[in-house]
């Protein structure tokens, strides 16, 4: 069935899509051409840059009159990338979702207490349509409040969450303070996390920590949105073989052995606004097809165990440094030198720019420095949709590199 | 030509152990005499503020040791050792619309030396000058 679906979403593709068309003319690959999973890998990619090229609509394949809804996601220079939806991608992805939470248990009994951001982002109406589809009650509280957050969990039935990794974390830390314990004040079993990575000795900490069984999500704006969850087993998240076709490729575009890590190249079979055609999402991680113990058998994607490119997720959000290299060469009075350093306190991403003042700017005034610190700071949060901390360092005082400059320094810690 | 309006030297420093030490022993080095100074920290780094006796040659050594410094125009107001002191000089300033950015006193002798940083030190010396308060001048440094 995949085969089929693959061979139907190829032909359409070239048919109605002037980008994809051009790509499989440039190949020399033509859809009658495709008569096997060997075929397709002759396929040609799709990258984040192609998106980016055709910001806002180009790779649309569906007039504005079909679409439902779109969505908006951050940008690696700038550009955003826009995803449409028609009403079947939508059903699609509610779909995608219900499956997920019903396969560790959530029912109509349930209320999720939503977590992730209404808006652009598609983490909160993406878990909150999956929700109501199994017939739940969703709290569609959004992020931040946290107080509130904890206060409706003791007032309402809620029983399940959905949120970040930190921010579960952040959750049990402010439960700590208010001397809230989730255990005996809420009836909170049951949770998603996801948007950002986490390890496996993080999920045991939290689960010992509040008792909430937590569930990982996968996805991206550009699939639809988080999509693909674990099954009550907790291992690995099932890939909807229906629904999306995934490879994993080691560096020279060729297959990985099974169970060998490598990048993630999907393909969504049933999305109509905004096709994927083996498209590089940047993560890495491995499948794993032998059949899971509870049953099902659609292929389960491992743990994401880091990027193919300099992308970081910073408190689920995506950040490139090259954001952070534009903001920087758009302000005159700093010099290009720069350095990130990430860290987590309670698993709470902190986010440190460092970056040099001009000799000519450089001023004893500490007015006008506060001001610099302030602007630079506001205008990194305008592109990059986090705060981050902000340091100016005296001209020639940051690390300089022969070659290939070191601009990151993680020390995010997840044990 | 005598001034009133006193060059200081702004020297930028590091947050962190062992960078005040490494700053003056370059002074030393250079044999610059340090008449009075201020310690101020931004968030982002140090600022040694010093009055030296010869500002343009302790900021080309400096700027040849690869220690960054800027020259600031300051005033040096002379207080006589008295409750009231300062008040006259601070009140004549704020009368005259002159706002003050920062300063460090230290005493001399049987008075008090008072640097201060101002937005239009001309003016400052002008309005100082007519309170009959004595002013430092460049050639005393």
């Known amino acids: 069935m995949q085969l089929r679906l693959l061979k139907e979403k190829v032909a359409e593709m070239y048919e109605k899509s002037e980008f994809f068309h051009k790509r499989m003319d440039e190949a020399g690959v033509k859809p009658e051409d495709i008569n096997s999973f060997e075929d397709f890998r002759r396929v040609p990619f799709m990258k984040k840059a192609d998106l980016r090229d055709n910001y806002p609509d180009k790779l649309f394949v569906v007039s504005y009159d079909d679409l439902v809804r779109v969505h908006v996601s951050s940008g690696t220079t700038g550009k955003p990338t826009v995803v449409g939806y028609t009403q079947k991608d939508l059903d699609n992805w509610s779909e995608a979702l219900a499956r997920g939470m019903t396969s560790f248990g959530l029912s109509k009994k349930d209320m999720v207490q939503n977590m992730h951001g209404y808006g652009l982002f598609t983490g909160g109406l993406g878990v909150h349509y999956g929700a109501e589809k199994i017939g739940a009650t969703v709290l569609p509280i959004s992020t931040g409040n946290t107080s509130r957050q904890i206060q409706l969990m003791q007032d309402l039935p809620v029983t399940a969450l959905a949120g970040t990794p930190s921010y579960y974390f952040h959750i049990a830390d402010v439960c700590d303070q208010m001397g809230v314990d989730i255990r005996t004040a809420t009836k909170v079993r049951k949770g998603i996390a996801g948007g950002e990575p986490w390890s496996e000795s993080m999920r045991k900490k939290l689960e010992e920590r509040t008792g909430i069984k937590t569930y990982n999500c996968y996805g991206a704006s550009e699939f639809y949105g988080p999509m693909f969850l674990e099954c009550e087993e907790q291992n690995g998240l099932h890939l909807w073989a229906d629904l999306a076709y995934v490879e994993i490729l080691d560096e020279n575009d060729q297959p990985c052995k099974e169970g060998e890590r490598g990048a993630i190249v999907i393909t969504m079979l049933q999305k109509e606004a905004f096709p994927l055609i083996r498209y590089r999402i940047g993560d890495i991680s491995a499948i794993d097809w032998t059949p899971c113990k509870c049953g099902r058998t659609h292929p389960r994607l491992m743990r994401i165990s880091g990027r193919t490119d300099d992308m ?6 995506n950040v490139f440094p090259s954001q952070i290299e534009s903001v920087i060469g758009e302000i005159s009075w700093l010099s290009p030198f720069y350095h990130l ?22 001023t004893e005034d500490m007015v006008k420095l ?34 290939k400059a070191v601009h990151v320094t993680d020390k995010r810690c997840y044990d | 030509m005598m001034s009133n309006i006193i060059k200081q030297l702004s020297i930028f420093v590091n947050n962190e152990p062992g960078r005040l030490a490494h700053i003056s022993s370059v002074l030393k080095e250079c044999n610059i005499n340090m008449r009075a100074f201020n310690l101020a920290e931004s968030t982002e780094f140090g600022i040694l503020r010093a009055i030296v006796d010869n500002p343009d040659e302790a900021y080309d050594a400096l700027k040849l040791k690869g220690i960054i410094a800027k020259k600031t125009d300051v005033i040096g ?12 000089a601070a009140d004549a300033l704020g009368k005259a619309n002159i706002n003050i950015e920062y300063g460090y006193a230290y005493s001399y002798k049987d008075k008090a030396i008072f640097f201060i940083r101002v937005d239009d030190p001309v003016k400052a010396v002008e309005v100082i000058g007519k309170q009959g308060i004595k002013l430092v001048s460049d050639s005393e440094i």
């Not at chain 1, 700071?377 to 022969?402: H, M, Y």
């Not at chain 2, 107001?77 to 006259?88: C, I, Q, S």
């Open chain 1, 312 to 317: 970081l997720v910073v408190r689920g959000v």
């Open chain 1, 341 to 362: 350093t990430l860290t987590n306190e309670n698993y709470m991403d902190n986010m440190l720019v460092e970056v040099e003042l001009t000799e000519e700017a450089l």
């Open chain 1, 370 to 403: 506060n001001k610099m610190s302030n602007e630079l700071s506001r205008r990194l949060k305008d592109v990059l949709n986090i705060k981050a901390d902000v340091k100016l360092c005296l001209p020639g005082t940051l690390p300089r590199f022969e070659g």
């Open chain 2, 77 to 88: 107001v002379y207080l006589e050792d008295h409750p009231g002191a300062l008040f006259m």
